[in-house]
């Protein structure tokens, strides 16, 4: 069973621009989670999509979004870059929205602004 | 004060060691709770993953919680160098719209062979 794919591995970006990162949950998934992993800050929750909605979403500033496909997957996007944005961008998706589902992660998309 | 708090380590053990990794939590709602490893580069993989307190044992990894103290430890028996890795303590409750994890801080674990 394939895991959780994200991409790009990797990302250059400048102050001001926009990114779009992109997850495909495992195969059955119907839940995507993306957190934001800083130097220093931990494992933060940004986004929860769940059957092409958004159900809940963590304490970032609304440049911070995206959203979910028919087939599952996902993008997060963020516009106007800035410094404190460079992170581990984390994607982990869960077989449904019941509690008892445990979150399988993705091996990130790291972001760096410069 | 933070949610979870997790021991910071860094811990270093000689191989064969057994490990203790501890976190504690403040909010009761915390209803599930797992234990993450994370090598270098890579994402978090799922290592153990209960409701009820109690112990949970698979292969060298024991989890164990105590919601009454609002503990949680993950033990691992005859530690190995390939056990080197940082371990997240994670949770979430079974309020509402609410199915995002907390983390801890985590723990950076060096097994030395």
């Not at chain 1, 809940?56 to 979910?68: D, L, M, T, V």
């Not at chain 1, 516009?79 to 982990?92: G, K, P, T, V």
């Not at chain 2, 090598?39 to 993953?49: A, D, I, Q, V």
């Not at chain 2, 079974?94 to 097994?111: D, E, K, M, Y």
Request: hydrophobic letters at 30%.
């Amino acid at each position: 069973e394939a895991g959780v794919t994200q991409s790009p591995t990797h990302l250059i970006k400048t102050r001001g621009q926009q990114v779009t990162l992109r997850c495909s949950p495992i195969s059955g998934h119907t839940s995507v989670y993306w957190y934001q992993q800083a130097l220093g800050l931990g494992l933060q929750f940004l986004l929860w999509y769940d059957e092409g909605e958004e159900r809940n979403r963590g304490n970032f500033p609304p440049r911070f979004s995206g959203r979910q496909f028919p087939n599952y997957s996902s993008e997060l996007n963020v516009n106007a870059l800035e410094l404190e944005d460079s992170a581990l961008y984390l994607c982990a998706s869960s077989r449904d929205r019941g509690y008892d589902q445990p979150q399988h992660f993705g091996d990130g998309t790291r972001l760096s602004i410069l | 004060q933070k949610e979870v708090e997790q021991d910071p380590g860094p811990l270093s053990v000689p191989e064969g060691a057994i490990v203790s990794l501890n976190c504690t939590y403040s909010n009761s709602a915390f209803q599930y709770f797992m234990w993450y490893r994370q090598y270098s580069r890579k994402g978090p993989e799922l290592l153990m993953y209960t409701y009820s307190s109690g112990n949970k044992e698979d292969g060298r990894f024991t989890a164990q919680v105590d919601k009454s103290s609002k503990y949680i430890s993950l033990f691992i028996r005859d530690s190995q160098p390939s056990d080197s890795a940082t371990y997240l303590c994670a949770m979430t409750s079974l309020r509402g719209s609410a199915r995002q994890l907390t983390f801890g801080s985590g723990t950076q674990l060096t097994v030395l062979p």
